[in-house]
Every structure is written in structure tokens, then in C-alpha cells.
């Protein structure tokens, strides 16, 4: 019988969405092989990164005000709302479209130690939208 930490493992490598986590200077700590399929980066590529490497650059003083706030505060605004938004996928030229869902993982005393994001890729979605 596997421990609840080896079963957790297991559960963020099988699930199909992309599991990203950031610790609170927001480098990424926990990258699943859905990430790595979703973004084109691999785990070796991402790990201890920054999140600047999936966030478009006019994105990027949006999401880090954001950010910070939620970290100091401990309260995030878009918790449990998923966001669509762009994202940078490693081959710059593929135009990819994520909807998001975040929150923030905090520790027995309830102190933040980090973000952690759900991604599914809605590209296709967006392009039949744009389509109609």
C-alpha cells in the first residue's frame, strides 16, 4: 500500500490538466508532465525558474502585482475562478490559450508558502469562437 505523499504524487503526474506550483518568490517548484505537454517545457527546463517563462511579457506587472498581493494577504482574488488567458508555450511561433484556476497553498498555521495553478489548454476553443 503507497503512503498519502506517494499517492499525491501520483495524482498530480496522472491528472490531465497542468499542475504548476510556485513557492512565494514565484519560481516554479512542481511542474507535471501535463504542464510539460501543454507549455513544451520540461520539467529540467522550468523547475526553480521563474513563472515569467509561461506569462506573456504586457502580462507580466498585471500577474506580479497580483501575486504579491495574494502572497502578503493570504487571500487571492481569482481563487476557484477559472481565467482565460495567454500563455507562452516554448515554441514561440504556437499561439496558446489556458484557462487557469489558482490558489494559494498555505501550511498548518495557515503562513502562504506558495501558488499553485491549474491550466487546461482552451487554444482550440478560442479559435472556433473566433470562428463564429
Known amino acids: 500500500m ?9 495524482i498530480i ?3 490531465s490538466d497542468a499542475v504548476i506550483y510556485a513557492d512565494n518568490h514565484g519560481n516554479i517548484q512542481r511542474w507535471n508532465d501535463a504542464a510539460s505537454r501543454l507549455f513544451g517545457f520540461s520539467k529540467a ?3 526553480g525558474q521563474s513563472l515569467d517563462i509561461i506569462i506573456p511579457e504586457r502580462a507580466r506587472k498585471a500577474h506580479w502585482q497580483g501575486f504579491n ?4 494577504n493570504g487571500n487571492l482574488k481569482l481563487s476557484g475562478k477559472p481565467t482565460l488567458t495567454r500563455a507562452v508555450h516554448k515554441n514561440v511561433d504556437t499561439k496558446l490559450y ?6 494559494l497553498v498555505k501550511d ?3 503562513h502562504v508558502q506558495g501558488s ?4 487546461r489548454d482552451m487554444t482550440e476553443a478560442v479559435a472556433q469562437k473566433k470562428l463564429k
Not at 69 to 72: G, L, M, P, T, Y
Not at 116 to 119: F, N, R
Open 13 to 15: 503526474e496522472q491528472t
Open 98 to 103: 489556458v484557462e487557469m484556476s489558482f490558489s
Open 108 to 110: 498548518n498555521d495557515g
Open 2 to 10: 503507497m503512503s498519502n505523499n506517494e499517492l499525491a504524487e501520483f
Open 69 to 72: 498581493v495574494a502572497i502578503q
Open 45 to 47: 527546463e522550468v523547475l
Open 116 to 119: 499553485v495553478a491549474i491550466a
